[in-house]
């Protein structure tokens, strides 16, 4: 039987268990993948903590990987057997050697993006096309803020923001990371543990802000990044690695005029129609220059436990990719 990785209950890294798992027999309208490289993603550790408690114990976590089609159902067309897919599904079920899918799920991937890059940047390529394009418009010649700049997000979310003529200002903790921001497209980096963040804004924009702010953090920035921002500006949220957002008060958003959201690209992806025009979309960006994949950290499947150690350490180089055994 193929191997997995199983989530029984909440916890620790500690909780995830690799073990043995059936497959139940392949529906009409979908496909069965060999997986070759599954994506890490914050979203994993909040299902795994208890955080988000959106998948089903006992169950099989992830959201995102890559794989070979191996077996097609009766219904499915447009896809061959042997075809490089990704995928992302909130359905969870992607820490496993092989796995069945629904066919409309399945993304065709550039053949000039390798497996493990391309696992460890699909979900958030598609992250960042919803941000720049749906969640806010970036425009050429307004400035952004982007906490949390080195990661994997925060790296595409510069490279695509100033491919679109935008001024970036990144954020990080990291003395060590300000290089890595700068390489992915931020103008200036802010040091947020050493720095008042609201204030650089302030010095760097001649005291009008910034037209959005992509906060990731949460709890910890969100206060901050509301201070952060011009007349009409918007606060997109999209994360919240250091904790749940509090309850606030409307009139906030009165003092200039504030916007907030909260996109989840689950809810671009709803039917094929979606998946195919945002996927379009993101390569073409890609084709474009507009951001490089991600060079991932990979580990071997069993070794789940030790890839959300590193990623809620913040040791995570942008990416981390889980590699099932062959054979």
């Known amino acids: 039987m ?33 997986q070759t490289a599954i994506g890490v993603n914050f979203h994993d550790v909040y299902v795994r ?7 089903a ?13 191996e077996a097609i159902g009766s219904n499915v067309t447009g896809i061959t057997l ?17 796995r069945n899918l629904p066919a409309s799920l399945a993304i065709r991937l550039p053949e000039d993006i390798p497996d493990a890059p391309a696992a460890a940047t699909l979900m958030k390529a598609l ?33 695509w923001a100033r491919h679109l003529g935008a001024r970036v200002i990144g954020t990080t903790g990291d003395p060590k990371k300000v290089s890595v921001a700068l390489a992915a497209g931020a ?21 009008v802000g910034v037209a959005a702010t992509y906060d990731s953090v949460g709890e910890d920035t ?26 606030f008060a409307p009139s906030l958003l009165a003092t200039r005029s504030l916007r907030v959201v909260r996109p989840v690209i689950f809810h671009y992806l709803r039917n094929r129609e979606q998946t195919t025009a945002i996927a379009s979309t993101t390569f073409t960006a890609f084709c474009n220059g507009a951001f490089r994949p991600i060079e991932p950290l990979v580990l071997p499947l069993e070794e789940a436990p030790e ?18 055994a062959t054979g």
């Open 127 to 159: 992250t960042v096309c919803m941000l720049v394009n749906s969640a806010h418009p970036v425009k050429a010649g307004e400035t952004i803020l982007v906490h949390a700049a080195a990661g994997g997000i925060g790296q595409l979310l510069c490279s």
């Open 49 to 55: 903590s208890g955080l988000y408690r959106t998948l």
């Open 187 to 207: 103008h200036e980096v802010i040091l947020y543990r050493q720095e008042d963040v609201v204030e650089r804004v302030r010095a760097l924009t001649g005291g």
């Open 222 to 247: 969100f206060l901050h990044s509301l201070a952060t921002l011009d007349f009409g500006g918007t606060l997109i949220s999209f994360g919240q690695s250091s904790g749940p957002i509090s309850p």
């Open 2 to 34: 193929p191997l997995a990785i199983q989530l029984k209950d909440h916890g620790g890294p500690e909780a995830l268990r690799l073990v043995d798992v059936g497959l139940p027999a392949l529906g009409q309208d979908e496909l069965r993948v060999r």
């Open 307 to 324: 890839a959300h150690r590193i990623l809620e350490a913040r040791q995570s180089p942008g990416g981390i990719v889980l590699v099932p």
């Open 57 to 69: 114990l006992p169950g099989v976590p992830g959201i995102e990987a890559v794989g070979i089609v």
């Open 82 to 98: 042997g075809d490089r897919i990704g995928y992302v599904a909130s359905s969870y079920g992607a820490y496993a050697a092989v």
